[in-house]
């Protein structure tokens, strides 16, 4: 890859909002069982950090979600790559998202999941890229709020790479 990155959000700045966030969400669920919904692939790290900083009782559930295929821009077509191992019913969930842009990816995702009977659904995302949105969502739990530039890093990628930095950096081409 052939762009440049500069980076916007630092792994410290990451670490600390994601402790903050786990200590949120235990503190509006005190005591109650939670199923984290991880997101795949782009939400992996993120999850991976939150569910250590939630105390008690945390499930961890799978979605694998094809979106983007390897461009930079919102393609608005969600194919369900991985589904969930085990039922939601009556379960308090909390869908971990890396990015909400457009919302369109969301958005189907909400849709599909309280069909299940979830007793609570809540919206985790640890960024929030809100000048392109096309629908409306409820984002419970965002980590921080970005302009309209395409990121990577912390589990985003382009075209697969960029993964592994530890932080969030805004790629030009
Ligand atoms: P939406 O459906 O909200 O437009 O887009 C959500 C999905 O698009 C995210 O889960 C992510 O995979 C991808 N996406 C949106 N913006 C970015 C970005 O700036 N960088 C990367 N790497 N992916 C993005």
Redesign the pocket.
């Known amino acids: 890859m052939n762009g440049t990155l500069r980076t916007l959000i630092s792994e410290e700045q990451i670490q600390a909002r994601v402790r903050e966030l786990g200590a949120r969400i235990r503190a509006d669920f005190p005591d109650q069982p939670l199923t984290l919904v991880c997101?795949l692939k782009?939400s992996f790290l993120f999850v991976a950090d939150l569910v250590r900083a939630i105390s008690g009782e945390v499930r961890v559930e799978f979605l694998g979600v094809a979106?983007?295929h390897g461009g930079t821009s919102?393609s608005?077509v969600v194919k369900i790559t991985h589904d969930l191992r085990h039922g939601i019913e009556g379960q308090i969930c909390i869908l971990v998202?890396?990015?909400?842009?457009?919302?369109?990816?969301?958005d189907y995702l909400v849709r599909m999941l309280k069909v299940r009977g979830p007793k609570a659904l809540h919206v985790a995302t640890l960024l929030d890229?809100p000048d392109?949105r096309e629908v409306e969502v409820e984002l419970s739990y965002v980590g921080f709020t970005i302009p309209d530039?395409?990121?990577?890093g912390y589990g985003?990628?382009?075209g697969e790479l960029y993964r592994n930095l530890p932080y969030v950096a805004i790629y030009s081409p």
């Not at 530039?149 to 990577?152: A, D, L, T």
């Open positions: 997101v782009g979106s983007y919102s608005g998202e890396d990015i909400v842009d457009t919302g369109l990816t969301i890229k392109n530039e395409f990121v990577v985003l990628d382009l």
